[in-house]
């Protein structure tokens, strides 16, 4: 059975860091490519940072210079760094795993459906 369980989320104030944790079990995690999405209330997922299973890693526009993801396949973990944030991160956070991805140049692999497993989500609320 395959999980993937996020940590790391809470209240932080603007400007603060979090560094977010995904622990995946039950798959063959260096075969995977690993992204983290958010979704706000009312809104769709959207896509955050994406850690290539052959290296590489893709961040959005929102957020590049301030995430930094990475991965550590022993571990079978894949973590967000974010630092500098705002209130417009504030959402839940959600990994993401996808055999179909091998790089997250492209729309299509930006999306959430070529993601085969997902975790429970984390929240992050950016408040002063």
């Known amino acids: 059975q395959v999980q993937l369980v996020e940590s790391g989320g809470g209240l932080v104030q603007p400007g603060g860091s979090l560094r977010l944790s995904c622990a995946a079990s039950?798959?063959?995690?260096?075969?995977?490519?690993m992204a983290w999405f958010r979704r706000a209330p009312g809104k769709e997922h959207k896509f955050v940072s994406g850690s290539n299973k052959r290296g590489g890693s893709t961040y959005s526009d929102s957020v590049v210079g301030r995430f930094t993801i990475s991965r550590d396949d022993a571990k079978n973990t894949v973590y967000l760094q974010m630092n500098n944030l705002r209130p417009e991160d504030t959402a839940t956070y959600y990994c993401a795993a996808s055999s179909r991805c091998v790089v997250y140049g492209n729309n299509y692999c930006k999306s959430p459906g070529p993601h085969d497993y997902w975790g429970q989500g984390t929240q992050v609320t950016v408040s002063s």
């Open positions: 039950g798959l063959t995690f260096s075969a995977y490519s």
